[in-house]
């Protein structure tokens, strides 16, 4: 079978209103995909920078996938989350980008949104906190659905990937 290690970090996020950010992050792959070893999902740690420019986690993604066809290629999907000063946990974006199909090194930004809601959601939002959320997070990495979603653009999440292919060519896949 066709191997696919992924081995780097999400580095942090920047551009967003507040900071004590964390990061919930998964990855999904179609059913041609099976997981040989490393974790599928995880969660960053808080971090309160003193300086605000960007929040830095350096969290780890060790991941080694197994497949026969391309399709279903993973993609990393990410939900950027505010810790204010009481512990309460608003959600500031979320975010997908495909994992880079060809070897090498890969440093890349991922763009994240958050659904906008009423009028009445965005002054409560404001005053009490919260906000909007979905209901299905399938939305984030697929387009079924997420052209109907009012959104407003929120910050970046910086990622170091490290792509290594094995066995590729066996099955006529050439990059």
Same mark, same amino acid.
Request: glycine share 12%.
């Given at each position: 079978?066709?191997?696919?290690?992924?081995?780097? *970090?999400?580095? =942090?996020?920047?551009?967003?209103?507040?900071h004590s950010l964390f990061c919930k992050w998964g990855l999904h792959a179609g059913c041609a995909w099976k997981l040989l070893s490393g974790l599928r999902e995880g969660q960053?740690?808080?971090?309160?920078?003193?300086?605000?420019?960007?929040?830095?986690?350096?969290?780890?993604?060790?991941?080694?996938?197994? $497949?026969?066809?391309? *399709?279903?290629?993973?993609?990393?999907?990410?939900?950027?989350?505010?810790?204010? @000063?009481?512990? /309460?946990? +608003?959600?500031?974006?979320?975010?997908?980008?495909?994992?880079?199909? @060809?070897?090498?090194?890969?440093?890349?930004?991922?763009? $994240?949104? /958050?659904? #906008? %809601? $009423?009028?009445? +959601?965005? #002054? @409560?939002?404001?005053?009490? =906190? %919260? =906000?909007?959320? #979905?209901?299905?997070?399938?939305?984030?990495? $697929? %387009?079924?659905?997420r052209y109907r979603l009012h959104t407003v653009a929120m910050g970046k999440v910086h990622l170091q990937l490290n792509i290594i292919l094995r066995n590729f060519d066996r099955?006529?896949?050439?990059?």
């Open positions: 079978m066709a191997e696919l290690h992924i081995i780097g *970090q999400i580095v =942090g996020a920047s551009g967003f209103p507040q960053t740690q808080v971090d309160n920078p003193a300086i605000k420019e960007m929040s830095y986690w350096s969290h780890p993604v060790d991941v080694h996938y197994a $497949t026969k066809g391309l *399709q279903g290629w993973p993609k990393l999907f990410l939900q950027v989350w505010h810790q204010d @000063s009481f512990g /309460r946990s +608003e959600l500031y974006g979320y975010g997908f980008c495909h994992i880079p199909s @060809s070897p090498g090194f890969h440093q890349m930004d991922c763009v $994240t949104w /958050r659904p #906008l %809601g $009423t009028w009445q +959601e965005q #002054l @409560s939002q404001m005053f009490v =906190g %919260g =906000g909007p959320q #979905l209901k299905h997070s399938d939305l984030i990495h $697929t %387009g079924a659905d099955y006529g896949v050439e990059y």
